[in-house]
C-alpha cells in the first residue's frame, strides 16, 4: 500500500545466519529494494555478525572460550561456505564459479553496492558480547551498533520485515 | 488493519528452503490464507526452486556443473526430506504416515489446492540461472518467472511477508 | 507507520526451529516488543513445540511412531542445543555459561518474562497431532492451541512478522 509515498517504503532484514546462500538472499532482496527507493535496515545477528566481521577478527585476547568462538568464527564474506551441498568446499566453489560465470555480483561486490547504496547495517551488541567481539572486528560499512530495542523500533516503522 | 478491505490483504512467502517441514510450513500457511481471501504470492528460490521441479529435471544438458548440480538436486515434492531427524529417510517416512493417519493432506496435494485457490508461484530467474533451470523444468503451477524487484515490489504492498 | 497508535502496534513470531540460538533470538525480540507496548503473539509450530514441551514430555502412550517421536523431542527450554558448533554439548554449555557471566537472561528466564509481560503463546494444534501432543505435554505459559487461521487472522493484523 501507499507506494506513492517514498518516506513509507522501510524494509528491515535480520540476518541471523552466517551461510553463504543466505546472505545473497539476504543481499540480493536488500539492493533490490534500496535500487527502488526503499529505506533498508540490516541487523546483524549472532552468526550473520559474520558476513559483516573483518577477514582478521581478532583472536588472541579476552578468555579463552572468546577466543575459542572466534577462532571458529572466522569472519569475511568470502569465507562463508553453503548451508547445503558444501561437499567440503566443493559445492561453494561451484557455486562462485557459476555466479561469476552468469556475472553476478560476489557478496563481496554486494556489500560494497550495498553500503553505496545507503542500506544501514547494524551490529547486534548483544550477540557481539557474547561471541566477544567489539565495534573494531566489524568492516566500515557497518556504523551502527545496537540491541533488539533499535531493531524493534525501526520493524513497527517498516512494511516489509524478514528475518533470514 | 484494514480487515474490511479484501483489496489489501496481501501476503507473500519467499521460500527459500527445500526440506519438507519448511514446504509443509509454507503451503499451510499459504492455503490457510487464500481461503480467508488472502491474495498470496510464492517466491521460490535457491533450494526452494526444488518443492516445484518436475520430478525428472533436466539432467544432461549443459556443462558437467550444471549437470551435477541438477543430478543432486533432483525435483519433485515427493522427494523432500525433514530439517532435522530425517534418520536416512525413517523420520520423512515416518512423518508421511503419520501426516496420511491424521487425514492431513500432503505436500504435492497441498501444491494442487494452492494452485486451485489462485495462489501465484513465481520462480526466482536469478537461482534458476545458477541451477541451470529452465522454464520447462517447472510443474505448471509456476506460471511466473521474476527477480527481485519482482518480490520486492509484491512485498512493499503486502501486510505480511515471510521468508521461509 | 502510526507510531502513537497503540492499538496498532501488534508482531507475530512463528516459531518453527527448536534450537537454543534461534529460540534465544525470537524471545529477545518477543520481550523486547512486548517491553516496548507492542501486543506480542508467538505460535509455536513443528520443532519450535519443543521449546515450551515439559521436560517431561508424554512417553508411553499411543502408538509406537508417536512415542519414537516424543522420545526424540524431548521437551524443555533448557534441552535446546545451538543450531551450529554444538560439538557435542560443547559450543552449547559454553554459549550459557557466556550468557550468565554476561548476567544475560537465560531462555528459560526469557519464557517467564514473556509470560509476565503478556505475550500471547500458541501451539500449533496440526503439528501437535503429528508429534502425537496434547494440551497437558505444554508449559502453563502456552494458553491458547490453535491452527493456521488463527496465526493468518493475526498475522493480518500486526505491523511485524517475522517467520524464525
Redesign the interface.
Known amino acids: 500500500?501507499k507506494?506513492g509515498n517514498t518516506a513509507?517504503?522501510k524494509?528491515t532484514i535480520?540476518v541471523?545466519s552466517?551461510e553463504l546462500?543466505?546472505a545473497l538472499?539476504a543481499f540480493?532482496?536488500a539492493t533490490?529494494?534500496a535500487?527502488?527507493g526503499?529505506e533498508v535496515t540490516m541487523f546483524f545477528?549472532?552468526?550473520g555478525l559474520n558476513i559483516v566481521k573483518k577477514e582478521r577478527g581478532k583472536v588472541g585476547e579476552g578468555n579463552w572460550?572468546?577466543r575459542?568462538?572466534n577462532i571458529?568464527n572466522r569472519g569475511g564474506a568470502r569465507r562463508l561456505k553453503l548451508?547445503?551441498?558444501n561437499m567440503a568446499g566443493a559445492g561453494t566453489a561451484?557455486?562462485k564459479?557459476?555466479?561469476g560465470k552468469?556475472r553476478?555480483p560476489s557478496l563481496q561486490e554486494m556489500l560494497i553496492l550495498a553500503e553505496e547504496m545507503g542500506v544501514k547495517m547494524i551490529a547486534c551488541t548483544?550477540t557481539m558480547?557474547?561471541m566477544g567481539l567489539s565495534e573494531k572486528d566489524f568492516i566500515p560499512a557497518v556504523k551502527e551498533f545496537a540491541?533488539?530495542?533499535t531493531?524493534?523500533?525501526n520493524?513497527?516503522?517498516?512494511?516489509?520485515?524478514?528475518?533470514?
Chains 1, 2, 3 share one sequence.
Open positions: 500500500m507506494m513509507d517504503r524494509m535480520v541471523f552466517g546462500d543466505r538472499a540480493n532482496i533490490t529494494a535500487s527502488m526503499t545477528t549472532f552468526w572460550m572468546k575459542m568462538l571458529i548451508s547445503k551441498m561451484m557455486m564459479y557459476l555466479m552468469h553476478m548483544t558480547a557474547l540491541g533488539a530495542a531493531y524493534v523500533g520493524a513497527l516503522e517498516s512494511q516489509v520485515n524478514l528475518f533470514i
